[in-house]
């Protein structure tokens, strides 16, 4: 069984910077599409960070809107997803949740995409909140 534990979140000031942590269990496949989603109340899901690997290479990907300050990375031990989040706004405020896709090793697809559908292993999600 599949289990995702995050942490990290919490309040800071804008500019300022936090990191989030995943701990991913019983996912043992070496075909993997993780990532992290925000989510505001009254707005849609929105995928931030991806890192995928289809039996080749790592790859990660992101949301315009956090490009060049989110960086997503996975430990060599493959046990631990991370965000670190740099030069947070106010926008960046939301709840945020790391997801594996159950399925990216059989069908592949646009990671950042896939980490925001429904079907996903989820984390039970950690609070962001940017003061202006």
């Not at 996912?27 to 690997?53: F, H, L």
Request: a negative charge; proline letters at 2%; one cysteine or more.
């Amino acid at each position: 069984q599949v289990q995702l534990v995050e942490s990290g979140g919490g309040s800071v000031q804008a500019g300022g910077s936090l990191r989030l942590s995943c701990v991913v269990s019983g996912y043992t496949y070496s075909a993997y599409c993780m990532g992290w989603v925000r989510q505001v109340p009254g707005k849609e899901r929105e995928g931030v960070a991806a890192i995928d690997n289809d039996g080749g290479n790592v790859k990660t990907s992101y949301a315009d809107s956090v490009k060049g300050r989110f960086t997503i990375s996975r430990d060599n031990a493959k046990t631990t997803l991370s965000l670190q989040m740099n030069s947070l706004t106010h926008e960046d405020t939301a709840m945020y949740y790391c997801a594996v896709d159950p399925d990216y090793r059989w069908l592949g697809g646009d990671c950042l995409i896939k980490i925001g559908e429904d079907n996903n292993y989820w984390g039970q999600g950690t609070q962001v909140t940017v003061s202006p």
